[in-house]
């Protein structure tokens, strides 16, 4: 199998298995989020430490202990992607697996305004034209709801954010995982042996089934981000981009189709908006792409003036 389509069909993989997981969380209804995100930071380390076992991976480590700036840049990363999974988990787990959705339709528009913000960035037309009709549906959703749709919001942010900061971090998915469920693991364990102290802990007390999907949050999360690592060296940027709309696309069809969310006609407005959005947004995406593509190709192609000279 050639290297693109290799890397498409595990990026396409890597994404239905981020889509898959909303039906994942409520299996473990009888947890709370804090208790549920605690044990995903504890087994996926686990489960990370055993990946690099098994790549013998390890002299990055080192590089990275020996940084205070690296060490500070990946807390900072690990905190707001542990809000990130806190509020999705809450979010399908208390029937907002809407707004979740919503979170991760918008999140594209507001890693743009960020990178206006932070790197300077300049917007084509076509980018602020889908910011502005982003901004325009979460207002219309807003009136909806009666309030901001703060879930949605934060969701965004945060992992907005956190791309933000793994743009200064410059770690793979493994290492940045790694890294991050490090620093982390410390307060998880804390927080669970704490629970189990005051008898409160699910862990154990459930069901063996219960227990078994607490332990399976590490696989859930290490092996989408595992294809996802395979994939991103194999195909372009752009195609990444657009893969990543399979999340929230099968978030909606599961909150809609299988939890059964409400949705009145002024949500589905507000929800046609934000998928206008994204449809110019692609569309820049994608001519975007293309034109690079032309460029580069023009530029092997044309003849340097040395070779003009007699």
């Avoid at 690296?70 to 509020?87: D, E, F, K, P």
């Avoid at 206006?116 to 325009?136: D, H, N, S």
């Avoid at 703060?150 to 995982?177: D, N, P, Q, R």
Wanted: aromatic fraction near 12%; include cysteine.
């Amino acid at each position: 199998m050639p290297d693109s389509q290799k890397g498409l069909l595990f990026g396409a993989s890597a994404y239905v298995l981020w889509g898959l997981s909303t039906l994942y969380w409520p299996l473990l209804s009888s947890t709370s989020a804090i208790e549920i995100l605690a044990h995903r930071m504890i087994w996926s380390l686990l489960a990370m430490l055993l990946i690099l076992v098994m790549l013998r991976h390890w002299r990055w480590i080192l590089g990275v202990l020996r940084s205070p700036r690296q060490l500070l840049l990946i807390a900072s990363a690990a905190t707001v992607i542990s809000m990130n999974w806190g509020l999705f988990i809450y979010a399908v787990n208390s029937g907002n697996a809407l707004q979740a959705a919503l979170g991760y339709f918008i999140n594209p528009l507001v890693s743009v305004v960020f990178g206006v913000i932070v790197f300077t960035e300049r917007l084509r037309p076509l980018q602020w034209t889908a910011v502005a009709l982003g901004a325009l549906a979460v207002v219309v959703l807003t009136f909806d709801y009666g309030a901001p749709p703060w879930l949605a919001i934060g969701l965004a942010l945060c992992f907005a954010t956190y791309g933000v900061l793994k743009k200064f971090v410059k770690l793979g998915g493994v290492e940045s995982l790694t890294s991050e469920t490090m620093l982390m693991f410390l307060p998880a364990a804390g927080y669970v042996l704490a629970l189990h102290a005051m008898g409160a802990g699910t862990f154990g007390q459930v069901s063996v089934a219960h227990t078994l999907l607490l332990i399976g949050a590490g696989a859930v999360t290490a092996l989408p981000l595992l294809f996802f690592g395979v994939a991103v060296v194999r195909i372009p940027l752009s195609m990444i981009g657009l893969l990543q709309f399979i999340v929230p696309v099968m978030q909606f069809l599961i909150a809609w189709l299988i939890f059964g969310e409400d949705l009145p006609p002024s949500r589905w407005i507000g929800f046609a908006i934000v998928w206008t959005a994204l449809l110019v947004f692609a569309t820049d995406l994608v001519r975007n792409a293309r034109d690079l593509a032309v460029a580069r190709r023009a530029a092997v192609g044309a003849p340097s003036l040395s070779a003009e000279r007699p």
